[in-house]
């Protein structure tokens, strides 16, 4: 099974940068859609952002957009997400996600938990002066 590892999370000023990066374990077909969702202590997991090879479009959570960009280098296996403009906000483990069947689907199924079958184990993202 293919396994996913995130890395590139840390402490970050309020209105800094991070990049988080997600690497599959073995080649992935670029048909996987790729996500990220995030959970802060005490609440549940939210969606982040996704890409979808199928269906040629990104999704962004409301609170990101503008803010984040999730893409991906199918030749290195690896997923990325930029984020600039941090906010406390922000402050979360952060985990990639994968859906591996290359299905299309009606758009808010992209933003739920439950399209997605193969989870990292998450990176820490601090945003604090």
């Known amino acids: 099974q293919v396994q996913f590892v995130e890395s590139g999370g840390g402490l970050v000023q309020p209105g800094g940068s991070l990049r988080l990066s997600c690497a599959a374990s073995t080649a992935i077909s670029r048909r996987y859609t790729m996500a990220w969702h995030r959970q802060a202590p005490g609440k549940e997991r939210d969606f982040v952002a996704a890409?979808?090879?199928?269906?040629?479009?990104?999704y962004y959570a409301d609170s990101v957009k503008g803010r984040f960009t999730i893409s991906r280098n199918n030749a290195k296996n690896t997923v990325y997400l930029q984020m600039v403009s941090l906010k406390p906000e922000d402050t979360a483990v952060y985990y990639c996600?994968?859906?591996?069947?290359?299905?299309?689907?009606?758009?808010?199924?992209?933003?739920?938990?439950?399209?997605?079958?193969?989870w990292g184990q998450g990176t820490q993202v601090t945003v604090s002066s």
């Open positions: 996600a994968a859906d591996p069947s290359g299905n299309t689907y009606a758009s808010a199924s992209y933003y739920r938990r439950s399209t997605y079958n193969s």
């Open positions: 890409t979808s090879w199928s269906s040629g479009r990104t």
